[in-house]
């Protein structure tokens, strides 16, 4: 039985909604909690399908619990009950796109609608995973004073609200309204709220509006910049490639490709070994990998997700290596990435770790590095019996 958890902090709000939602027990079953942590408590606890949270709560609030819920419990759909009551924060929040909200007072009938509709499975109108720009306009909206501390991959930014304006951001080097145009366009975020911002005076004169839009402006032009000099399997020449010259550095034998077409063994791999099968298992729960193909670095393909693609397992095979034998060439440490853009626009991420080589096709607009960061330290302890 799918449950809802409801949050709230006010007592008979929730003893009405328990009641209301007796008529509807053949379909799911209610937990509720009075803030945010005491529903960080119940999903520790129990399987929640579903959550239906206010936002201005004590101790944590919801803003703090959607934040938590995108990132730890990503794929739990989440309805937001407001009270904004105009109609322009109507249109902006219906233009946002990513969130499912209901407003106070509660039309129950829509409530219940939403929710059956919320359990039937991941929808475009609810948050999961919530993207930053839409948080970022909700704490706008809600004309929010609050710190947030934003983590994509490596990098980590800050940013200031005073009132729901957005005052100050700072990134590495980067101060006030730059920092902002770079953190906007991060994926993949992990947000932290502090209720209290230290920034007194706007250092940012900019609207947010602005700022969002400057700042996917930038990030496109960061990303067909990065496109042109990553290359293009189209334009990459596989007879030009040239395997042949070796590093200097004999403690590493390179990595030959086998002359025989690559070959499928996938059931007998993920049986024999289980850290190929938990990386296999932390390839499939990444939603933004469209297809992903493991083989090992003779070109044997040892697993695909998606659809299989055996031209393709060849190709990144070849990049491997050659990236392989001229990070040995010119002594640089530790295995980075490859990247290419490809012409429909999606991105090819190349690892390669000690005995297997894997090959991801994400979206055009995911940012690769986090997860590279995410599976490296599994893939580097993947070994291969002989």
């Not at 039309?107 to 509709?117: G, S």
């Not at 990998?289 to 044997?300: Q, R």
Request: hydrophobic residues 40%.
């Amino acid at each position: 039985m799918k449950k809802v958890l409801i949050v709230d902090d006010d007592e008979s709000f929730l003893l009405s909604l328990i009641d209301g939602f007796k008529a509807y027990e053949d379909n799911f079953t209610i937990s509720t909690a009075n803030d945010g942590l005491e529903a960080v408590a119940t999903l520790k606890k129990e399987k929640i399908s579903l959550v239906l949270t206010d936002l201005k709560m004590p101790r944590m609030d919801g803003f703090e619990l959607v934040a938590h819920l995108s990132s730890t419990y990503p794929e739990i759909p989440v309805i937001v009950m407001t009270a904004f009551g105009t109609p322009e924060m109507e249109d902006n929040l219906r233009d946002m796109g990513t969130f499912q909200y209901i407003e106070k007072p509660i039309d129950f009938d829509v409530l219940v609608e939403k929710i059956v509709k919320g359990l039937k499975g991941p929808s475009k109108g609810f948050i999961t995973g919530v993207s930053l720009s839409s948080f970022l306009q909700l704490l706008e909206l809600d004309k929010k004073t609050c710190t947030l501390n934003i983590q994509a991959g490596s990098k980590s930014g800050t940013i200031y609200f005073q009132s729901g304006n957005l005052v100050d951001a700072a990134y590495d080097k980067l101060r006030a309204k730059d920092a902002a145009f770079a953190i906007v366009g991060w994926k993949n975020v992990e947000i932290e709220i502090e209720n209290a911002c230290s920034v007194k005076e706007s250092n940012i004169k900019e609207s947010l509006g602005f700022i969002l839009l400057e700042g996917s402006r930038l990030k496109d032009e960061n990303d067909a910049t990065e496109a042109e000099t990553s290359g293009s399997l189209d334009s990459l020449n596989m007879e030009d490639l040239d395997m042949a010259f070796s590093a200097e550095d004999d403690s590493q034998p390179a990595m030959q490709p086998s002359k025989t077409p690559p070959s499928f063994i996938q059931s007998e791999a993920m049986a024999t070994n289980p850290v190929l099968a938990q990386f296999i298992a932390m390839l499939s729960s990444f939603p933004e990998i469209e297809s992903a193909t493991i083989s090992t670095i003779d070109g044997n393909i040892l697993h695909q997700l998606g659809e299989p693609n055996g031209h393709l397992a060849n190709f990144i095979t070849y990049v491997a290596i050659a990236a392989d034998q001229i990070r040995m060439a010119i002594g640089a440490a530790g295995r980075q990435y490859t990247l290419f853009t490809l012409t429909n626009g999606s991105k090819l991420l190349i690892l390669c770790g000690q005995d297997v080589i894997v090959g991801i096709q994400v979206d055009a607009a995911v940012f690769p590095e986090p997860i590279a960061d995410g599976l490296r330290p599994v893939l580097s302890r993947i070994r291969l019996s002989s």
